[in-house]
């Protein structure tokens, strides 16, 4: 079949079941987007190309598809270059899709020419540049499953105009072979089995949950596990979701500005499991004192991420799913008597001493009572995206989540402006579950222009601005460590956020009292139309509890 590089493109996705494209045109890929225009998909016309990258993102993580965004060359590209490191950090499947100058102008430093091959290489899985049409379908299969298998992770297609121009003939049978790219998905039986025994000899288990166990939806497995050996259960930011988070046996999330419960559990267990996580240092405080008494088991299907930051004692190369089950077989297998609840009796202890107080009434608000009202009124499928910063902290330890895929957040990047278009793609995949982005005042202006849109394309998501007119998780460091010296953190009183809301076509709503807060949720997710709520709270509340950096999870500031 004989066909333009352009339209191969736009087959070869639509082949992949892609159904939502998230982008901005540009001069070197005005062909691929009039092959767009007859395609059945969907393509959302962002206002930044970053939005595009991050919404690409949040789509992928609620829907378990691969995302797909789209820019042309040069700034356009380079634009996409943060979304994709995101997504590379937190193992997030995309592919992104750039326009580039003529094949005979590469390399000549042309207009709008950027290297973003080299310039991705160390965000991406692979990246493939076009040198012909006939390698399309090859080049797009291969994308999408590279992008979805093993450690997911962004692929990048650099496309040049000419390639988009020119005509071939395009076979789309093509075999798809990977030659020295093949994910390890069973774990060796006798780690396993080592790791069983560990198991059953432990006093004081914990479980740890990673971002894998939601990307292999093994969530029903890591429940099993957790009840067969009563063992606890605490969660990285990522792995937020994996576990019911109301479960007796839920610890809450760990690390920095984790639940002391959690903290103290994994300081003093002498097993600890864990699944699809990478120790981080925001999960683990200082190497040197973390979990200091404990054996390490370590899933993971990266062999990269084994022994990189923590010593393990039993590591399981595999798919946390596949793992999980075989583990789960073989303990079922050898287990002769019920554990000691002794373990079980203290992690209850510490988890009822350890309570967050969250009814707060001051004026003005204390975002623990926000995020208690929004807890409340959200259901288990409801999803909730979030900034980077203090509205992220907060999110990440008093929220309570359920399931899967229901709480989206940076982890390993850290990127502010990220929850908005997060939470537009996010909407995007599931359009039926209401979606909020928990924001900070700064983070959410990185991104604000993406209320164009969501009002233009009826993407009906809510954003809860946590405005306290601070850049507040580098204010607090500040008041914490650097003697309340306020160096370029203050944002003002501006913008007014009802009105830029409402300049955009969107609902704003002001919220100044905790009696206000209900109503104002309640209208926003009726108003059948985009929303900011603009929550007025404190300007100098911390998140705490706080573990300062480079020390133990044990040394907790409150």
Same mark, same amino acid.
């Given at each position: ?183 390890? &998905?069973?774990?060796?039986? *006798?780690? $396993?089995? =080592?790791?069983? @025994?560990?198991?059953?000899?432990? %006093?004081?288990?914990? /479980? ?118 075989? &583990?789960?077989?073989?303990? *079922?297998? $050898?287990? =002769?008597?019920? @554990?000691?609840?002794?373990?079980? %009796?203290?992690?209850? /202890? ?209």
């Amino acid at each position: 079949m004989k066909m333009s590089g352009a339209r191969a493109i736009v087959s070869g996705l639509e082949k992949e079941g892609v159904e939502v494209i998230f982008g901005i045109p540009g001069g070197q890929s005005i062909p691929l987007y009039d092959a767009l225009y007859d395609s059945s998909m969907n393509h959302i016309l962002t206002r930044h190309e970053q939005g595009a990258a991050h919404a690409a993102d949040g789509y992928a993580r609620a829907s378990g598809k691969v995302g797909v965004c789209s820019a042309t060359s040069g700034p356009g590209a380079t634009n996409l270059t943060t979304g994709i490191a995101n997504a590379y950090m937190d193992s997030s499947p995309i592919v992104a899709i750039t326009g580039q100058v003529p094949r005979a102008s590469i390399g000549k430093d042309a207009f709008q020419e950027t290297d973003i091959i080299g310039i991705t290489m160390p965000v991406t899985k692979q990246s493939f540049q076009l040198r012909s049409v006939a390698e399309i379908p090859e080049v797009i299969k291969s994308s999408f499953y590279i992008a979805k298998t093993g450690r997911p992770g962004p692929v990048l297609i650099d496309i040049p105009k000419d390639i988009q121009e020119i005509e071939d003939e395009i076979d789309f049978n093509v075999k798809l072979e990977l030659n020295g790219y093949k994910p390890t &998905l069973r774990g060796h039986p *006798r780690q $396993i089995k =080592e790791a069983a @025994k560990l198991i059953l000899e432990a %006093e004081r288990p914990v /479980i740890i949950a990673g971002g894998g166990v939601i990307i292999s939806e093994a969530s029903e497995e890591l429940m099993e596990l957790a009840r067969l050996i009563g063992a606890p259960v605490t969660t990285t930011l990522m792995g937020k979701g994996s576990f019911p988070e109301m479960d007796p046996l839920a610890l809450g999330v760990l690390g920095m500005h984790g639940r002391k419960a959690a903290n103290y559990a994994v300081t003093d267990s002498d097993v600890l499991i864990s699944i699809g996580m990478r120790f981080s240092d925001r999960s683990t405080g200082a190497v040197s004192c973390f979990a200091p008494d404990a054996k390490i088991i370590h899933i993971d299907i990266d062999p990269a991420e084994i022994g990189k930051n923590v010593s393990v004692d039993i590591p399981v190369v595999g798919d946390a799913k596949t793992v999980l089950k075989e &583990l789960i077989r073989v303990l *079922r297998k $050898i287990m =002769e008597s019920e @554990k000691s609840k002794a373990w079980q %009796e203290k992690i209850k /202890i510490w988890k009822k001493e350890f309570s967050p107080k969250m009814d707060y009434d001051d004026v003005p608000l204390k975002p623990h009572r926000v995020i208690k009202e929004i807890m409340d009124f959200l259901s288990e499928d409801d999803i909730v995206t979030t900034e980077v910063g203090q509205c992220q902290m907060w999110a990440h330890h008093y929220m309570g989540r359920s399931k899967p895929r229901s709480f989206i957040s940076s982890g390993g990047l850290g990127t502010m402006g990220f929850g908005f278009p997060a939470a537009m793609g996010a909407k995007v995949a599931k359009p039926d579950v209401n979606v909020i982005d928990i924001a900070g005042d700064g983070s959410f202006l990185m991104n604000i222009q993406e209320l164009a849109t969501v009002v233009e394309n009826n993407i009906n998501v809510v954003v809860g601005v946590f405005d306290n007119h601070y850049l507040g998780m580098v204010r607090q460091w500040q008041e914490l460590f650097y003697d309340r010296r306020y160096s370029s953190v203050y944002l003002g009183n501006l913008p007014d956020f009802v009105k830029v809301a409402e300049g955009f076509g969107a609902l704003g709503i002001r919220v100044e009292k905790p009696e206000e807060i209900r109503p104002a949720l309640k209208e926003a997710f009726n108003a059948g139309k985009p929303v900011v709520l603009d929550f007025m709270i404190e300007h100098e509340c911390n998140i705490f509890p706080m573990v300062p950096p480079g020390r133990c999870l044990k040394d907790i500031m409150e």
